[in-house]
């Protein structure tokens, strides 16, 4: 999916630079058409990167919604993994308030087995509070440009934090499939769904805020990358 040096193919000491626009979606079928976006900036060599990353969701109709944004040293320690530290800010807006909770991250990132891309990440809060996501998704070529994408993305907290929506125990798990069609390599449209269920306390301030513990929307957006 990227360029060899990404793999670590190659052994050069140049500086590359890459940005990629995982997901820029909406959902116009759900109520208040929910948006989302998800990517990422590294600039480095081979082995050290400094990576900048982003994802958001809110509700277009509302304005409210939620961005996650990151700045991670990334250390490659094997051909296929990078060992990642650094910070997180999580953001909340909507109704004229804006609030931010700050994190340490330590996380991993690469290629598994038979090319399953995955992210596994422990996060601890400004205030000790102790949570872990796993993420993975894997790119299955139907054609030389259409592109199957199953994503899988699960949170776990060990404490329950009532003011962000966190539970204690298993939170969610969200399970994605997109085909997308690569008009080139760098712009390529999409199509998919996406299934989210929410578990224990998490479920319950869900719907408090009144949602769903539970969601299947059908998607349609662009990913970009050069």
């Known amino acids: 999916e990227y360029p060899d040096f990404v793999l670590g193919a190659a052994h050069s000491p140049q500086r590359y630079t890459l ?3 995982d997901l820029f979606e909406v959902a116009p079928a759900a ?3 929910p948006g989302r976006f998800e990517g990422l900036i590294w600039t480095g060599t081979d082995y050290q990167r400094l990576y900048l990353k982003g994802e958001g969701e809110g509700l277009l109709a509302e304005g409210t919604g939620e961005v996650e944004a990151q700045a991670l040293y990334s250390r490659l320690i094997t051909s296929y993994f990078e060992a990642q530290a ?3 800010v999580d953001t909340e807006f909507g109704d004229g308030d804006v609030r931010a909770r700050p994190f ?3 996380g991993l990132e690469g290629l ?3 090319f399953f891309e995955v992210e596994p990440a422990l996060f601890v809060s400004y205030t000790g509070d102790v949570s872990a996501r796993f993420a993975g998704s894997y790119d299955l070529l ?3 440009r259409l592109v199957a994408q199953p994503r899988l993305e699960t949170n776990v907290a060990v404490q329950k934090v009532e003011d962000w929506g966190v539970g204690a125990g298993l939170n969610d798990v969200e399970l994605g499939l997109r085909l997308r069609y690569e008009i080139r390599r760098e712009i390529a449209p999409y199509v998919g769904v996406n299934w989210t269920t929410r578990f224990g306390d998490a479920a319950d ?3 408090a805020e009144g949602g769903s513990a539970s969601e299947a929307v059908v ?3 662009l990913r970009l990358w050069r």
Request: aromatic fraction near 12%; charge should be positive; glycine fraction near 8%.
């Open 19 to 21: 940005a990629v626009l």
């Open 31 to 33: 109520s208040e058409v």
């Open 86 to 88: 650094g910070v997180r």
């Open 104 to 106: 340490l991250v330590v």
């Open 112 to 114: 598994a087995p038979y």
């Open 142 to 144: 139907l054609t030389q």
């Open 205 to 207: 301030f869900a719907r």
């Open 219 to 221: 998607v349609f957006g």
